[in-house]
């Protein structure tokens, strides 16, 4: 890496650190909301509440030390820090947190698509790890992009990046869309 590209490596990481306080500063904590929290609201909706401090995060987001950090329609972001608790024993990031982090992205980015009243599960989610994380690294951050959203289906890619540009992950995931009762 040359020393311009470290600059704007080490420029993007600071950026990423900094909105990741920002966000710690005005989250409510990690819970599930309750049904009157989250009655009337699309998709999209619960993620502004949600980006804003108004709705707690994920509880698998406070286990694994992941953050939703942006989310706009058809796109969500989360940034994560991979620690030795997260290790296998061959002394890297367990695979597991490569897919929860990856399925968050692609999961959110069609649950951010979805009017009051619908839902998704995640029906398959497919990964490729294309290079071993260490807490060496940092942060990462998964993008996920929905490329299809139809009435009972949806499809989404993700890509995990660090902050220097390396790919560590990528993945694609099928969702199953219904009416909530």
Sequence with gaps: MNDTSERTADALLAAWQ????????RG???????REQV???SGMEIFRAMLAGELPGAPIAETLDVLLVEAEPGRAVYQ?????RHYNP?????????????DSAVGCAV???????????????KINIVRPLTDQVPLVRAEGRVIHAGRRMATADA????ADGK???????????????
């Design 80 to 84: 994560g820090r991979p620690s030795r």
């Design 28 to 34: 409510v904590g990690h819970g599930v909301p309750s």
């Design 39 to 41: 009655a009337g609201k």
């Design 159 to 162: 890509r995990m990046v660090g």
């Design 111 to 125: 649950h951010t698509l979805l009017p009051v009243g619908r839902s998704y599960t995640t029906a398959e989610l």
């Design 90 to 102: 061959l002394g890297s990031v367990h695979g597991g947190w490569f897919a929860t982090l990856l």
């Design 18 to 25: 900094e909105r990741d306080r920002e966000l710690q500063a």
């Design 167 to 181: 790919l560590y992950a990528h993945a694609s995931t099928t969702c199953f869309l219904f009416d909530t009762p």
